[in-house]
């Protein structure tokens, strides 16, 4: 019997660090999640991973096999750096990869989130009978993985898969990454939010509103998801208009590489049937008529987990 192997896996994302103990089978032992402290630059939040590995191996007397981290951004993966995350204030290019080795002294990776997302997926989820697959992770921001005979497709500099950075109307709203009308705008948290903001004093009798009459209460995606759940007519609108939005933005994708099946992940997917049946309905309105019959919208089956998961998986498998 192979004696059992365990990495750490980081799934780094503008609001949270999640950091997990995965064995090569994909379980994960332990995990925790901490605040990114995003907005106050690169050296706070290299020092959260840190803290957060620290506080994840303390009293585990085990050895790791090594470090995967998976972060937004362009990442030059050779070399462990991350380019421009679009939701991290004041990165440029940081040498994430090099500044957690010199701190572990361990083999480290850095992939793009959704990349390692999708190799999770791959290797332990919803991918692990598929040759090609579109993987896209709803947080924070959107991100996207595209799978190729079982490969990650980084494309040229390791940029691609950016598809919450393609843009359904050129005259839409301002990303963080400088373009107008990303997908991005439409269904990552913070802008999902503000538009429920936005339309709300239209729906005063509607769920969401009554639910933040209680001061205690934050609007969030959470929120919006529980509202749908109780068949909110507002509530449903908001998530059938994203998914219709993200489904227009995956039509054309679809369209350029011949790949119809599509794995959704991440914490906005958590809004369900009325999302994954926007997509896919949007998807088959504008997808080329051969590819129509093929499309499949699948929900991640990592879940939140996902981006542990596939992080720690870089360490054990050749990805590319």
Not at 18 to 34: E, P, T, W
Not at 131 to 156: A, D, P, Q, S, W
Not at 188 to 201: F, R
Request: hydrophobic share 40%; aromatic share 6%.
């Amino acid at each position: 019997m192979e004696k059992e192997k365990i990495a750490v896996g980081v799934d780094l994302g503008g609001t949270s660090i999640k950091i997990g103990l995965v064995n090569q089978l994909g379980k994960i032992k332990k995990k925790i999640s901490i605040d990114s402290l995003a907005a106050d630059g690169p050296k706070r939040v290299v020092s959260q991973i840190i803290a957060g590995i620290y506080k994840l191996l303390d009293g585990q007397k085990i050895k790791i096999e090594g470090i995967g981290i998976g972060s937004p951004g362009i990442i030059i993966t050779e070399k462990g750096i991350v380019a421009d995350p679009p939701n991290f204030p004041g990165w440029k290019k940081v040498p994430l990869g090099k500044l957690i080795a010199e701190e572990f002294n361990k083999k480290v990776v850095v992939e793009n989130d959704a990349n390692a997302a999708a190799i999770g997926e791959l290797i332990y989820g919803a991918g692990k009978k598929l040759n090609y697959f579109i993987m896209i992770t709803l947080g924070t921001g959107v991100g996207g993985g595209i799978i190729i005979n079982k490969k990650i497709y980084r494309g040229e500099t390791g940029g691609a898969g950016e598809i919450g950075h393609s843009s359904i109307d050129y005259n839409g709203p301002l990303c963080k990454c400088g373009s107008k009308g990303c997908i991005e705008t439409y269904i990552g948290n913070s802008y999902l939010v503000n538009n429920v903001k936005q339309q709300l004093p239209d729906h005063p009798h509607s769920l969401i509103a009554k639910m933040l009459q209680d001061p205690n209460t934050q609007l969030s995606p959470k929120l919006i998801s529980d509202a749908a759940s109780m068949n909110d007519e507002f509530a449903l609108s908001i998530i059938e208009n994203a998914g219709e939005k993200l489904g227009y933005g995956l039509a054309s994708v679809i369209n350029i590489f011949d790949i119809t099946n599509v794995i959704i992940g991440g914490g906005v997917a958590g809004f369900g049937k009325p999302l994954f049946n926007a997509v896919e309905k949007a998807i088959k309105s504008r997808v080329m008529i051969p590819f129509k019959s093929r499309v499949k919208v699948i929900p991640a089956k990592l879940r939140n987990d996902a981006g542990i998961k596939g992080a720690s998986a870089l360490v054990f498998y050749k990805s590319s």
